[in-house]
């Protein structure tokens, strides 16, 4: 006969030892679980005074990347066509090509297959007023980092006040790949659809965020995580709300998110007559998802001292220090789990495919404001002098920085 009874009072763990703990978990449970809700405001001046502070502190930058360049002999013309640069510009005056090529070993080799297609017809359209077509394409990337400025803004403004908002601004502007906000790279215009995605998803308005994330879905790969974010977002409302036939507007959203994705596979496998053209275009550049070894060994590489220089020690400490932060993020009850789940999902990108370990921070960019929240809080407390010259110097240091990264290091950043 077994005895299902409890055991008796003096046996049961003694009182005192399980109050505190049960105190403990229930309050880091509450802090970590429940967020603040966050009222989204939108100011047109201060947004309008946000965009302005870009564009000073990077074309403080851009100055400086391009007084270096002349100084080393490279006229601007060659600093706005390297790498990404030249591909997309490539893609803007002839086209994607209509047939993959491959190696010897059987893998295909790089093409321009691999780059979406909505930042080459922007400089294209662009290019039709009579500008070159690498000016142009400056003139798109500068007014689409405008428009994520403002963007930035008014997301940081709305949970940490304005002092916060411009100082996230400012900080992102002199980020040490800030470069790619510059140059003829798709980050700009990517950073101006996701932030404004993300902007929209804190308001609940679905079909806002669910187009922007579409047209994220043109520019860049990595917009399957806002497309993510949106679609887990639109469902956990569902859930909380439990009126599914009243729920059209979400359900729209989620759905309207992930066809820029499929339109720029459709469109890029069209150009080689098969539907995986893009996937296979892509495994020459050493995207495929390997769960985060070929990190694991780049990381084993800088450890041993056998890919030791300035960008594999920056490429390490920049992901660090995005892992810190969202584990800041997620303790901090002010930041909303969107803006979390967002950050965490590139990280999880960048950390998990093999190929190009120098531009991992360069993926990182337009999320980049998510993790500055917590940084952009402290710094906006100091003297508004001090707050000057932070600015200045990392404007300057990101111009310097960028020179290295477009013209003097042998590896695309």
């Known amino acids: ?74 006229p601007a013309e060659h600093v706005l066509r390297r790498w990404d640069s030249a591909n997309y510009l490539s893609i803007a005056e002839h086209g994607y090509p209509h047939q993959l090529r ?84 798709s980050e700009a215009c990517f950073s101006a659809a996701l932030i404004w995605a993300l902007v929209a998803l804190l308001a609940r308005r679905w079909l806002a965020a669910g187009t922007l994330a579409a047209v994220a879905g043109t520019l860049r790969p990595t917009a399957s995580v806002v497309v993510g974010v949106v679609m887990v977002t639109a469902l956990r409302q569902l859930v909380r709300d439990r009126h599914w036939q009243w729920q059209t507007k979400p359900v729209l959203g989620a759905l309207i998110a992930p066809l820029g994705l499929v339109f720029s596979w459709l469109y890029l496998g069209a150009q080689v007559g098969r539907l995986d053209g893009w ?42 220090l995005t892992a810190v932060g969202i584990l800041t993020l997620v303790l901090d009850r002010t930041v909303p789990w969107v803006l979390i789940l967002a950050l965490a ?29 917590p940084l952009a809080v402290a710094v906006s407390r100091l003297p508004r002098l001090v707050r000057g010259a932070l600015y200045c110097s990392g404007a300057l240091f990101a111009g310097m920085y960028a020179v290295g990264l477009l013209l003097r290091w042998p590896t695309s950043p």
């Open 1 to 74: 006969m077994v005895d299902l009874a409890p055991p008796p009072r003096e046996q049961r763990a003694p009182r005192p030892f399980r109050r505190p703990l049960a105190a403990a978990a229930n309050s880091l449970r509450r802090l970590t679980v429940r967020r603040r809700p966050v009222t989204i405001r939108f100011e047109r001046r201060d947004a309008a005074r946000a965009a302005g502070l870009y564009l000073a502190v990077a074309g403080l930058g851009f100055a400086v990347l391009l007084l270096l360049s002349h100084h080393l002999h490279y």
């Open 102 to 185: 491959y190696r010897p070993n059987g893998m295909p080799a790089w093409s321009t297959l691999a780059f979406f297609p909505l930042y080459p017809a922007l400089i294209w359209l662009v290019h039709l007023t009579g500008l070159p077509f690498a000016y142009a394409a400056v003139l798109v990337s500068w007014a689409a980092a405008a428009v994520a400025a403002a963007g930035v803004y008014t997301l940081a403004s709305s949970i940490s006040g304005r002092r916060a908002g411009y100082t996230c601004v400012a900080l992102w502007a002199c980020y040490p790949y800030a470069f790619a906000l510059w140059v003829p790279y």
């Open 279 to 320: 996937f296979r275009a892509e495994k020459a550049w050493g995207q495929s998802f390997d769960f985060g070894r070929g990190t694991a060994h780049f990381f084993k590489l800088v450890a041993t001292y056998r890919e030791v220089d300035v960008r594999s020690l920056a490429v390490v400490a920049l992901l660090g």
């Open 345 to 373: 999902g590139v990280w999880v990108l960048a950390v998990g495919t093999p190929g190009s370990p120098m531009s991992k921070p360069r993926f990182l960019l337009p999320f980049l404001p998510v993790a500055l929240l």
